[in-house]
């Protein structure tokens, strides 16, 4: 049976470098890997803009033709988000679960291959309900900390209009949910992240697969190793 591709989606001013310590072993062990640059990343002074800035539904978009493109190769994707990423990845997920109809076209049933999603230390919005509600105190909290300060000096620029976009799609209806819980997070403070674990149980009726580490927001930068083991054991079990 072929491994299935693997799409990691940043969190909010995060550049796809910025995972390369988790991706790059992971590839070297045979995998299909490989961070999204998203739409409302990077958009720096100096740069032209051009109509309305990328919102997150753009993002979702984006992710969504992304999942497509290797769906028509015949390959099933694992979507792994960490931080605000786990809201486009949740909104993009509508006819896109592995065996899903879509639009009734049966040379439709098995191109929308995503069999597994994952988070790690990733905001999960309920419908109708936007990033700005769901994590301001602790993003707050989290700018503060020490150990952030050298990665936010190195994050790009990020459309703050995806942070009020609603989710209208709750994606972790459909397929499974791995969740990696950073019991040291400022930014998603542990109790928060264990609430969104329970509203996931609680809407999809699944049991979510938790794996709890003891490190902050950003375990890229403090343990990527840890990072890594969990990847290759969710991909191990999809």
Excluded at 184 to 195: A, F, G, S, T, W
Excluded at 226 to 235: A, E, G, R, S, T
Aim: charged residues 25%; negative net charge.
């Amino acid at each position: 049976m072929s491994r299935p591709s693997i799409l990691l989606i940043p969190g909010s001013f995060a550049l796809p470098e910025f995972y390369d310590a988790v991706v790059d072993p992971v590839k070297a062990k045979g995998y299909d890997f490989r961070s999204l640059h998203l739409p409302t990343v990077g958009l720096g002074p100096g740069k032209p803009r051009e109509g309305i800035p990328p919102n997150m539904y753009n993002d979702a978009a984006f992710i969504a033709k992304e999942v497509e493109t290797l769906a028509d190769e015949g390959k099933d994707v694992i979507l792994i988000a960490h931080s605000y990423g786990g809201i486009p990845i949740t909104q993009c997920v509508k006819g896109l679960a592995k065996g899903e109809r879509v639009g009734m076209r049966e040379t439709q049933f098995t191109s929308r291959n995503i069999i597994s999603r994952s988070n790690d230390a990733a905001f999960i919005a309920k419908e109708v309900e936007t990033l700005a509600d769901e994590g301001k105190d602790g993003w707050r909290k989290g700018r503060e900390a020490e150990e952030g300060e050298a990665w936010i000096r190195k994050m790009s620029c990020h459309s703050a209009i995806s942070f009020t976009n609603e989710l209208t799609y709750a994606g972790y209806k459909d397929v499974p949910v791995s969740y990696l819980v950073c019991e040291e997070d400022l930014v998603i403070p542990l109790k928060n992240q264990r609430e969104e674990i329970e509203m996931i149980e609680r809407e999809s009726g699944r049991k979510v697969d938790v794996t709890s580490i003891k490190t902050g927001h950003v375990p890229i930068a403090s343990q990527p190793q840890l990072v890594i083991d969990w990847i290759l054991d969710v991909v191990g079990k999809a």
